[in-house]
């Protein structure tokens, strides 16, 4: 069966959820499903995707705990796995981060109609003032979710400790993943998470993710999310981030294909509260490929309060058979002031087979705001190249540190540093 008779043959025979409120959100779902169909996927990427083989994972499917336990980046960390779409309670670390939030499985959550859920679930996506656009991604994702978290901060919690949420794909069988995240940082907390997607199966894998992020006042989320451990794996990942007065949300996307990857990143921002702080960051590196892969950097920020700042600063370098997308669009409500905004595109294209689109915009009128935005597009520059082999370095190393001083810009805003060495490791082991 193709993923697309899959999905239509899951949705109509999909089985009544106990929880009213989840399954009224189901019904929505699938009537604009229905609206839309798969016109948005074929016009990306995964058009070739639906014709396509796909089946849905299972709970049974589990790898080695010996490898699992050399997957996190540092045993301190507070690691959640989830294979295939389900979360492994036995090998995640539950029992320290219950010590500091609470935290359940998503599927646990919605089907013991636990009340928290209900206050955020698919909030951002409904709130009043922020209807986003229609997509036919989320509406698979909360029609034919298997799992995913559900984490709160309480207020005035500084969680030092990183939290990992590392996805393990290892199906059997070539399959469409579907999981979903709502994290919500209480008031005057911190929280910093790395979202990691690793595959280890020779089988194909469309993986579907939602995640919704509720920054309450003065709370301050960092999430690193690292997409460089793929192997036959297309990614879709939905970011929907609701933002309260005094709130600091810092997003870092670090995006690498190994083999014929193809990459959707779509974040959506709705400040509601006044001196709120959006700060995007991307890097994407694209490796030489016999197929073409794309990755889209999709950003839709909206400003409904005065004395906001947002700062998008996303990179790309593209080798042989590699397009990178950039849309980013800031809607600012009329009347307001104090709004500074930074949009800001750099590619480096190391082959003449390799392309980029980028378009920023802002919407807005209203005169007391001072918004900009810059796109470059370039190959590497003889003269760069010619400073380095004047002083004795070899022309493959010259290209080699030329093009890592261009990442570099981007790799040091990165704040843990066991992170930010793992990135300029993998940087100086792919560079070609």
Do not use: W
């Amino acid at each position: 069966m193709t993923l697309k008779e899959k999905i239509l043959f899951l949705l109509k025979n999909k089985e009544k959820s106990p929880n009213k409120y989840l399954e009224s959100l189901i019904t929505k779902s699938i009537v604009c499903f229905k609206k839309i169909g798969f016109t948005e996927l074929k016009k990306t990427c995964f058009k070739s995707v639906l014709n396509s083989d796909f089946d849905l994972p299972n709970r049974k499917n589990e790898i080695e705990s010996s490898l699992l336990k050399k997957l996190s980046f540092n045993n301190k960390f507070i690691s959640l796995y989830f294979i295939n779409g389900f979360l492994n309670s036995k090998l995640s670390n539950l029992c320290q981060l219950k010590k500091y939030i609470k935290f359940d499985s998503l599927n646990n959550c919605l089907f013991n109609k636990n009340k928290q859920i209900t206050k955020y679930f698919c909030n951002t996506l409904f709130y009043k003032e922020n209807l986003f656009v229609p997509n036919s991604f989320i509406a698979i994702n909360i029609s034919l979710t298997t799992d995913g978290i559900f984490l709160k901060i309480p207020k005035n919690t500084n969680l030092k400790i990183p939290i990992e949420i590392i996805n393990i794909y290892s199906p059997k069988k070539s399959s469409l993943i579907n999981f979903k995240n709502i994290i919500v940082v209480g008031k005057n907390s911190k929280l910093k998470i790395i979202e990691r997607h690793i595959s280890t199966s020779k089988n194909s894998i469309f993986s579907n993710v939602f995640t919704e992020i509720f920054s309450k006042d003065q709370s301050k989320i960092e999430l690193f999310k690292l997409e460089n451990d793929f192997r036959k794996t297309d990614l879709i990942d939905n970011t929907l981030i609701k933002q309260s007065s005094k709130s600091v949300c810092q997003v870092f996307t670090f995006s690498s294909n190994i083999r014929n990857l193809n990459i959707i990143n779509n974040i959506n921002c709705v400040q509601v509260g006044t001196d709120t702080q959006s700060f995007f960051n991307g890097l994407s590196f694209f490796k030489k490929s016999n197929k073409i892969s794309k990755i889209y950097n999709n950003i839709f920020l909206k400003s409904l309060f005065s004395n906001s700042v947002s700062l998008q600063n996303y990179k790309g370098i593209f080798s042989k058979n590699s397009y990178g997308i950039f849309k980013s669009k800031l809607k600012i409500k009329d009347n307001l002031y104090n709004i500074k905004s930074k949009q800001i595109n750099s590619n480096l294209l190391l082959s003449n087979s390799s392309k980029v689109l980028s378009r920023p915009e802002f919407q807005t009128a209203s005169s007391q705001v001072k918004c900009s935005h810059g796109t470059n597009i370039g190959k590497l520059e003889k003269k760069t190249l010619f400073f380095f082999r004047s002083r004795g370095i070899e022309k493959k190393q010259s290209r080699k540190l030329a093009i890592l001083i261009f990442a570099n810009e981007l790799i040091k805003l990165v704040n843990l540093k066991i992170l930010k060495n793992n990135i300029r490791d993998y940087f100086k082991k792919n560079i070609r």
